[in-house]
């Protein structure tokens, strides 16, 4: 009887151990709670960022297991950027000056996360420059404007900014002149506006100098290549010895110089070879081109490296068609205008006109290879400039 009780009871204590192991079917067991996490960066960094003067960070938060959150800029509540739990904004208004912190607060049934980063504003320098025409080099008075505000130059076409970052966007307008997109920088001291006055135009310089289909036998807008180094014209073969040829090219060869205003030594070689460490433009004569002439450059990153001037017969290597062709080697289209490579000639004109001028001499002068239309070098400048690299033929 005893041995049966003590059976019983062990079943019992076993099913109660049972019991208080598994838990009680109508009492489960709950979940973890979840913890709640928040992170958020400036600039793809966590913690703090250091940026440029006048540039507009890209804050970026992250959450998890809340059901809110909100972002504050130096403790205020920036409620505009709502309430999402994953997202970023850059933000509105460039960073001027100091220091900001952004932090990100986010709620939730089992608590909240705070997360922050630290915005520091690398400072800037004073930017003293004066504004002049590309030709003439005497004042201009414009309108000067940044990302940060918009200043007028004072009457000598200067103008002081007494903090900028070490590089930064800018673009000057002022009345009869191209507007002009550029990179500022605190060492840069002259800025060369493109006047626009009779006889030249928009039009014109956007055929001449880019190339627009808008003027004949051109490809359509591209960006501008030039000569960048003196210049030496030889002769094949055939024509080294031909001093009536020869003798043309020593009369118009002087007047391309003399256009514009002898940026770069142009010479003219009586053989076949040209002057080592220049870039050397080979004149020939080519029966099988389509054309009473035409002139292939090569350029590497807009610059020119190489050339040859075909003419289809002797007879083509007139003063008219030489001057043309040497136009193109400076990197002159054709325009709708007047001159020696508008569609508006006279035989008795074999001089460049003032627009074919004052647009070869913005090109050597002023313009940096690979310059765009209308008149915007901010791609064109700096460390990793960079332009078209090939051979362009001028067709006539």
């Known amino acids: 009887m005893k041995k049966n009780l003590r059976i019983v009871a062990n079943m019992v204590t076993m ?14 067991a709950g979940p973890t709670p979840t913890t709640p996490t928040a992170s958020i960066t400036c600039n793809g960094q966590a913690n703090a960022c250091v940026v440029d003067l006048w540039t ?3 804050i970026a938060w992250t959450s998890a297991n809340v059901s809110g959150c909100a972002v504050r800029r130096n403790g205020e509540a920036l409620s505009d950027w709502g309430t999402s739990l994953n997202s970023s904004r850059q933000l509105d208004a460039q960073m001027t000056s100091g220091m900001a912190t952004y932090a990100v607060e986010c709620t939730g049934p089992n608590g909240s996360a705070i997360a922050s980063v630290a915005v520091t504003v690398r400072s800037g320098r ?3 420059f004066r504004i002049s025409n590309g030709l003439t080099n005497t004042p201009v008075d414009a309108r000067v404007t940044t990302i940060a505000t918009s200043y007028q130059t004072r009457g000598d076409g200067s103008l002081t900014i007494d903090e900028a970052p070490s590089r930064f966007n800018v673009t000057i307008d002022a009345p009869g002149y191209l507007t002009y997109e550029t990179i500022g920088s605190s060492d840069r001291t002259e800025y060369k506006l493109w006047p626009v006055n009779s006889p030249n135009s928009e039009d014109g310089i956007k055929q001449m100098v880019y190339g627009d289909s808008s003027a004949y036998n051109n490809p359509g807008l591209r960006a501008m290549n030039r000569i960048d180094g003196p210049v030496s014209f030889y002769f094949s073969a055939e024509l080294a010895t031909n001093q009536a040829v020869i003798g043309r ?6 007047l391309l110089a003399a256009a514009i205003k002898n940026r770069w030594p142009l010479t003219v070689i009586e053989g076949t070879s040209p002057l080592s460490g220049t870039i050397s433009v080979m004149i020939q004569i080519d029966s099988t081109i389509s054309t009473a002439a035409n002139t292939s450059m090569t350029y590497i990153n807009g610059r020119a490296i190489s050339g040859i001037i075909r003419f289809k017969t002797l007879d083509n290597l007139s003063d008219y068609y030489i001057r043309h062709e ?3 080697v400076v990197g002159l289209w054709h325009h709708e205008g007047e001159g020696l490579v508008g569609r508006t000639w006279l035989p008795s004109q074999l001089d460049y006109s003032p627009a074919e001028k004052g647009n070869m001499q913005m090109m050597v002068w002023v313009l940096p290879p690979g310059t765009i239309w209308p008149y915007n070098d901010r791609g064109a400048i700096g460390a990793k400039a960079s332009g078209f690299t090939g051979t362009v033929t001028f067709r006539d």
């Open 15 to 28: 099913i109660l151990v049972a019991i208080l192991v598994g838990g009680c079917p109508d009492n489960p």
């Open 56 to 58: 507009k960070p890209v």
């Open 126 to 128: 004073p930017a003293e």
């Open 249 to 254: 090219y020593e009369t118009g060869v002087p």
């Open 326 to 328: 040497n136009a193109h």
